[in-house]
């Protein structure tokens, strides 16, 4: 059972930033791409960023391109996600999550892509 834990949430307001991290197990983060979703109350788990492997290439959602941040440390186990200018629309439950064997961090934007969960952090951004 792989045991992905993610911390790094909180309170700020609106322009602010914050660095979220997933700490995963070894030999079973190394090598799979990694991503990032979020559930707000009342909606659908979004898609948010995802990481191929190597962490050479990342995919975002249209509307966080240019404000969030998705990278890794290989060596560490652990993937980020640097969230700058917040929005109270960026409110929201956060997840990092581990991408199937045999699917592509380019093309793995749907919950069933992922595998491994983690117990997900809460983002509130104040107006």
């Known amino acids: 059972q792989v045991q992905l834990v993610e911390s790094g949430g909180g309170l700020v307001q609106a322009g602010g930033s914050l660095r979220l991290s997933c700490a995963a197990p070894g030999r079973t983060f190394i090598s799979y791409a990694m991503g990032w979703f979020r559930q707000a109350p009342g909606h659908e788990r979004e898609f948010v960023a995802s990481?191929?492997?190597?962490?050479?290439?990342?995919y975002y959602l249209d509307s966080v391109k240019g404000r969030f941040s998705i990278s890794r440390d290989n060596a560490k186990n652990t993937v980020f996600l640097q969230m700058n200018s917040l929005k109270p629309e960026d409110t929201a439950v956060y997840y990092c999550?581990?991408?199937?064997?045999?699917?592509?961090?380019?093309?793995?934007?749907?919950?069933?892509?992922?595998?491994?969960w983690g117990q997900g952090t809460q983002v509130t951004v104040s107006s």
């Open positions: 990481i191929s492997g190597n962490g050479g290439n990342t």
């Open positions: 999550a581990r991408v199937k064997s045999g699917r592509s961090y380019g093309t793995a934007r749907r919950a069933e892509d992922y595998d491994y």
